[in-house]
T-cell receptor
Framework: GQNIDQPTEMTATEGAIVQINCTYQTSGFNGLFWYQQHAGEAPTFLSYNVLDGLEEKGRFSSFLSRSKGYSYLLLKELQMKDSASYLCARRAAGNKLTFGGGTRVLVKP | DSGVTQTPKHLITATGQRVTLRCSPRSGDLSVYWYQQSLDQGLQFLIQYYNGEERAKGNILERFSAQQFPDLHSELNLSSLELGDSALYFC??????????FGNGTRLTVT
């Protein structure tokens, strides 16, 4: 299967850092995506990892370990607008993406 | 704006009916994907097309069908609708090995 596991919900304080973990099946793996989705809106692309290591993009960073089937998304200097669901997605051959259930992040003042 | 256009934005219909959802991909993208998202649930992959041909199939019911036309727009047909089909239906498009870009979705309510 292509089980993708991520926590259901996380709460953090404005200005803090939150790390969202994602584990996935390694067979047939061809890349790992992170998307942000506000309630009722379209998912928007945040980051993409295909090689091991950390990719930094402003306040957001994403890490991948292919051998461990593990990724995380790091959100720094949290802002209220970062309250959203964060979706981990595994890519297989043919650019087919399978999404995890999403992690709902609530940022409190 | 992702460049992916979905119509209609909202659809309210009765059980047993049939509806068609439409998607226009970003300019230049050959791949189109359909996903279903029920309330507070994750994105469930339905089907993928590439340049007019079916590429991959997910958990798509037999009552549902889709196609991609020569101009690359796609339609998702949902028939014999049930209450449980109420959901957000997203279309996404991509180029080769590039991220998926999602449309704003069609919210289907079956009453």
């Amino acid at each position: 299967g292509q089980n993708i596991d991520q926590p259901t919900e996380m709460t953090a304080t404005e200005g803090a850092i939150v790390q969202i973990n994602c584990t996935y099946q390694t067979s047939g793996f061809n890349g790992l995506f992170w998307y942000q989705q506000h309630a009722g809106e379209a998912p928007t692309f945040l980051s993409y990892n295909v090689l091991d290591g950390l990719e930094e993009k402003g306040r957001f960073s994403s890490f991948l370990s292919r051998s461990k089937g593990y990724s995380y998304l790091l959100l720094k200097e949290l802002q209220m607008k970062d309250s959203a669901s964060y979706l981990c997605a595994r890519r297989a051959a043919g650019n087919k993406l399978t999404f995890g259930g999403g992690t709902r992040v609530l940022v409190k003042p | 704006d992702s460049g992916v256009t979905q119509t209609p934005k909202h659809l309210i219909t009765a059980t047993g009916q049939r509806v068609t959802l439409r998607c226009s991909p970003r300019s230049g993208d050959l791949s189109v994907y359909w996903y279903q998202q029920s309330l507070d649930q994750g994105l469930q992959f339905l089907i993928q097309y590439y340049n007019g041909e079916e590429r991959a199939k997910g958990n798509i019911l037999e009552r549902f069908s889709a196609q991609q036309f020569p101009d690359l727009h796609s339609e998702l047909n949902l028939s014999s609708l049930e209450l449980g089909d109420s959901a957000l239906y997203f279309c996404a498009s991509s180029g080769s090995n590039s991220p998926l870009h999602f449309g704003n979705g069609t919210r289907l309510t079956v009453t």
